[in-house]
């Protein structure tokens, strides 16, 4: 059945450090690849996406990278701050499929 | 402009009631999703809705139901709780069945005692 694997399900960094954390989808029909940020208290909140005809995308200190072939996808976090620290989530979905199939979550934590 | 939201915020029922969550979402937006989120399974599928049609339904049992009125606001029902049903309930509305994204609400945090 469908599913989305994500790794790691912790992540400690230093500020100032990169976080890269990995996903990888199972149905061959996935063309939207969304990540959102989720706060203490908040629900998620998208923070960036990428779709299948693309390979990378980035916006700021965040980018995501797409591998079609080996669907895999992840998301790269540069020069990490203290208020990046959140759980993140990787999803796939396909157009008409009428859902987002979410990854079980990665807890980053970046020390300051 | 408004964001969505999800009522009541907090939930403390007990097993064998049942519970209906109030979504409503950003203006325009026809579609709404419902997810369930609990530490051990993470973000859950429960319903889509788009024009008052419900489009895809999770795995989860008949208890669970959900309706989508004319103004799009949304409301999911859970009958007979269980203990397991404990959960943050969360509703997402987008313009495109979550094609672009989706907006969170903040989730309805129900406690079944």
């Known amino acids: 059945g469908e599913n989305v694997e994500q790794h790691p399900s912790t992540l400690s960094v230093q500020e100032g450090d990169s976080a890269v954390i990995k996903c990888t989808y199972s149905?061959?029909?996935?063309?939207?690849f969304p990540w959102y940020k989720q706060e203490l208290g908040k629900g998620p909140q998208l923070i960036i996406d990428?779709?299948?005809?693309?390979g990378e995308k980035k916006d700021q200190r965040i980018a995501v990278t797409l591998n079609k072939t080996a669907k895999h996808f992840s998301l790269h976090i540069t020069e990490t701050q203290p208020e990046d620290s959140a759980v993140y989530f990787c999803?796939?979905?396909?157009?008409?499929?009428?859902?987002?199939?979410f990854g079980a979550g990665t807890r980053l934590f970046v020390k300051a | 402009k408004a964001g969505v939201t999800q009522t009541p915020r907090y939930l403390i029922k007990t097993r064998g009631q049942q519970v209906t969550l109030s979504c409503s979402p950003i203006?325009?937006?026809?579609?709404v999703s419902w997810y369930q989120q609990t530490p051990g399974q993470g973000l859950q599928f429960l319903f889509e809705?788009?024009?008052?049609?419900?489009?895809n339904k999770g795995n989860f049992p008949g208890r669970f139901s959900g309706r989508q009125f004319s103004n799009s606001r949304s409301e999911m029902n859970v009958s007979t709780l269980e203990l397991g049903d404990s959960a943050l309930y969360l509703c997402?509305?987008?313009?495109?069945?979550?094609?672009?994204?989706?907006?969170f609400g903040s989730g309805t945090r129900l406690t079944v005692v």
């Open positions: 997402a509305s987008s313009l495109d069945r979550g094609q672009g994204g989706y907006t």
């Open positions: 149905d061959s029909a996935s063309n939207y």
């Open positions: 990428i779709r299948s005809n693309v």
């Open positions: 999803a796939a979905s396909y157009t008409g499929g009428f859902k987002t199939i």
């Open positions: 203006s325009g937006h026809r579609s």
């Open positions: 809705y788009f024009s008052e049609t419900q489009r």
